[in-house]
């Protein structure tokens, strides 16, 4: 992360690929009819074919040359769009979408996609009008209301997106994975969260053991609320910011593709090369040492005094703290696999997690916050530290000065729909 003096930190709403592959998201319909892209005949067409492989760029005068030949067919126009969204031409594609959409009012995938086109270009309320007549549909309401409730959220319409999320599960009799996966981090309550878990189950039988370790998480809270954040103090707020760094001994390595070449030509105190990072045959360690950047880390108060340097990071919207940290307060041990705390399926997900019982950064306090333990190899994992998400300070302004070694928090603000919000908002998407 590179910025400069009294330089915002911009967290923005985040923005994902329309749909990286070119059959429909995950939990979209099921049912031929609506699912383009599906069928074995629509690989007939040779754009869709390249389409598959994921070469967007030779994929669309293709998709356009076999639509001169047939316009109206329906694997044709959901392909055009996805190639023109994977190239990053969201105007263009939504364009396009929406003609399809109201050529066609019967075949729901082209709003779908109009939405997706609206959200990618940061529009968010383009993207919930265009996603809302979505809801009642029986093969794509659940992920529409899902992508709309995110679109709320980053809009900092939070309330809102709560109500709808599970109002809807309260009501349908078989909700989707998808809408079940957002109602659980909207809920957020140990009660209720083990009660939309059970809805998971018989939703997703074949993911039971990952939420039934869920169910072990959420019940270590009792009534308490997961991710719960309240303020103890005024703002605006001045956190100390420092550079961590690890230093390793070249010797002890024992991954010698840890490092790549370009990582080693930009380290200044590097004096080996990459086959003398591997551990000697015979005799003592070498005595060569390499100096990793962790990046910038902010001081955090876990449990009742346990002060650690966590680092900063926009990558993420999970927390991490190293085994030692860990120990300062937290509820137990909990092994997920391929779900994280809310259910989103992730590889980042799998391994040990913990609930720490209060978490303090400035005068924001967080309870029953759910954070990975690091692996024994990741850098500073010995140390009592960890990595904090910049996605959970999203409800208040953040400004990051590096060279001057500070953060500032400023308070949230009004958006005139009657809730406080952030100066920037961002809402974290589950990263493979």
């Not at 592959?21 to 319909?29: K, L, N, R, V, Y």
């Not at 605006?236 to 001994?249: A, C, D, F, N, Q």
């Not at 085994?323 to 040990?352: H, I, N, V």
Request: charged share 20%; with cysteine.
């Amino acid at each position: 992360m590179h910025t400069g003096i009294g330089a915002l930190l911009l967290i923005s709403a985040a923005v994902t690929p329309l749909v990286a592959q070119t059959t429909p998201p995950a939990g979209a319909p099921g049912t031929q009819a609506s699912s383009p892209l599906k069928s074995t005949a629509s690989l007939s067409y040779p754009g869709i074919s390249v389409l598959h492989k994921g070469d967007f760029a030779a994929a669309l005068p293709l998709l356009e040359a076999e639509l001169k030949a047939a316009p109206q067919s329906r694997d044709l126009l959901y392909a055009k769009v996805e190639a023109l969204a994977g190239l990053g031409r969201f105007i263009e594609a939504r364009s396009f979408a929406m003609q399809a959409m109201f050529s066609h009012p019967a075949w729901p995938e082209f709003r779908y996609q109009a939405g997706e086109c609206s959200w990618n270009l940061g529009q968010a309320q383009q993207a919930v009008q265009a996603w809302t007549p979505l809801f009642s549909d029986p093969d794509w309401g659940g992920l529409a209301m899902a992508k709309a409730s995110r679109a709320l959220r980053a809009s900092g319409r939070e309330e809102e997106a709560k109500q709808l999320v599970l109002n809807a599960v309260a009501k349908q009799e078989k909700p989707s994975p998808v809408l079940l996966n957002e109602a659980l981090e909207l809920d957020r309550t140990g009660p209720g969260c083990i009660k939309i878990i059970d809805k998971l189950i018989a939703a997703d039988p074949q993911s039971k053991d990952d939420y039934e370790n869920l169910r072990k998480l959420y019940a270590s809270i009792g009534d308490g609320k997961l991710l719960d954040e309240s303020l103890s103090g005024s703002l605006p707020v001045t956190i100390p910011l420092k550079e961590r760094s690890v230093l390793h001994e070249v010797g002890t390595l024992l991954n010698p593709g840890l490092f790549d070449n370009d990582i080693l030509a930009k380290t200044d105190d590097v004096r080996t090369t990459r086959e003398s990072m591997a551990p000697p045959q015979v005799g003592p360690p070498t005595s060569e040492t390499i100096r990793t950047d962790l990046g910038m880390a902010v001081p955090v108060v876990i449990g009742v005094d346990k002060m650690v340097w966590m680092t900063l990071d926009s990558s993420t919207g999970s927390c991490s703290v190293s085994a030692g940290a860990a120990k300062a307060g937290s509820l137990g041990c909990f092994r997920l696999s391929g779900k994280g705390p809310f259910g989103e399926k992730t590889s980042r997900a799998a391994g040990d997690w913990v609930i720490i019982k209060k978490l303090e950064i400035g005068p924001v306090v967080f309870q029953n916050l759910p954070a990975r333990v690091m692996q024994k190899n990741e850098p500073g994992s010995k140390d009592e530290t960890g990595v904090f998400p910049l996605a959970l300070l999203r409800h208040f302004g953040v400004l990051l000065d590096s060279p001057g070694g500070r953060v500032i928090l400023y308070a949230p603000r009004d958006d005139g729909h009657g809730s406080d919000r952030g100066r920037r908002c961002y809402r974290p998407m589950p990263v493979e």
